[in-house]
């Protein structure tokens, strides 16, 4: 998923937002100026039900914020790195960097979330009680009764034991800690989050044929994505089972061929690309110092007749845009570094030397040479 775009930074987590929280928070700010504020406050005017909508969207947009941020600020604590949060149509997502290390720290980190979100719900329990006892605007009331009642819905979806869920982390944690396997646990957390999944998609196309209410499709959505966050985490497990202890330097395209950043995209393609077998060639500047990435299909988005005045360094990948790793480092702990935004590839620098490139080709050959290695017979006796 895309990071999104930088909204804040709290202690010293970044938070970002992806372009779909505009979405989910037209959603609820429809749902409460339409379906909440009426029958409890007759007679508001549409503007200003509109309006206090979207505040009470924007407050339980902060509610989740909260929730992710005690996740991220938790697995800090606990010697976990956090890359960010992201805000999206299904709420929020921390960008973890490192591995969790034992089931304790997974169970600690997946109840820290939950456990705001419960003090967030009593918070706006204890408001709307306040508020109400006052005699204060039904508005207020109306909206902190939501927000409480919306964060508890919140909370007891997300303590459900289906993988990837709170719940669902917990879960394989615990498993984890009992049987001192964690692919199994994950396997295990992983059945009971796809059944939990089917459970919604079922669900919401009944209640969208007996109803035709739009939250028939928006669960099978929702459902729709745990399944495929499920398979998506036992896939993860199962690479990371398999290349646990594997370094970066173990798997490498040594020696990679460096090419010159001033030269045009035709000599580029003439006297690289057609000559060597990659797919990748690290850019450097006039003093040497390596300054981009350029990929065939780089190149291919020029057009023929610019490519004889368009240079490497116009079409490379910026040095800040791509993974760097040392050889030493765990390929465990570079994988979730390698999107799109760097074509999947990693540079290697042992201190300011480049000495390879990781590649998902690289990767996959550690994969096929892995099942090679378990499907050998064993030797003679």
Not at 35 to 42: C, S
Not at 100 to 128: C, D, K, M, N, Q
């Amino acid at each position: 998923m895309n990071q999104g775009i930088p909204i804040a930074r709290i202690a010293g987590i970044r938070i970002s937002a992806h372009w779909s929280v505009l979405v989910i928070g037209a959603i609820l700010a429809w749902g409460v100026a339409v379906g909440v504020i009426p029958p409890a406050a007759p007679g508001t005017p549409a503007l200003v039900a509109w309006l206090v909508g979207a505040g009470a969207a924007l407050l339980l947009i902060t509610s989740l914020t909260a929730h992710e941020l005690a996740h991220s600020l938790m697995a800090r604590q606990r010697g976990v790195a956090v890359e960010g949060i992201t805000l999206w149509v299904f709420g929020g997502v921390s960008h973890i960097k490192g591995d969790w290390g034992s089931a304790r720290t997974e169970i600690v980190v997946a109840v820290a979330g939950p456990a705001t979100t419960f003090v967030l719900a009593g918070l706006f329990y204890a408001i709307a009680a306040v508020l109400d006892a006052v005699g204060a605007p039904a508005l207020a009331v109306v909206v902190a009764w939501w927000l409480a009642m919306v964060n508890v819905t919140l909370l007891v979806f997300n303590i459900v034991p289906a993988f990837p869920l709170d719940g669902g982390r917990i879960l394989r944690g615990i498993l984890w800690a009992r049987r001192g396997d964690r692919a199994s646990a994950t396997r295990s957390a992983a059945l009971g989050g796809r059944l939990f999944a089917l459970f919604l998609m079922a669900a919401g196309v009944i209640d969208f044929f007996m109803t035709s209410d739009i939250g028939g499709i928006w669960l099978v959505f929702i459902g729709w994505f745990l399944e495929t966050a499920s398979r998506a985490e036992v896939q993860g497990e199962t690479v990371r089972h398999v290349l646990e202890g594997v370094t970066v330097g173990d798997v490498m395209s040594s020696n990679p061929v460096v090419v010159p950043g001033w030269i045009t995209v035709e000599l580029l393609v003439e006297q690289y690309a057609m000559r060597y077998h990659f797919t990748t060639f690290p850019t450097h500047d006039i003093a040497g110092r390596i300054e981009g990435l350029v990929t065939l299909r780089g190149m291919k988005r020029v057009p023929r007749p610019e490519r004889s005045r368009v240079r490497a360094a116009e079409i490379a990948m910026p040095l800040t845009q791509i993974p760097i790793a040392a050889p030493t480092d765990l390929l465990t702990d570079l994988l979730p570094k390698l999107g799109p935004q760097s074509d999947g590839r990693a540079l290697v620098f042992d201190g300011d030397q480049l000495v390879g490139i990781v590649s998902p080709s690289d990767v996959a050959r550690r994969m096929q040479l892995a099942d090679l290695r378990s499907e050998r017979p064993p030797a003679a006796a």
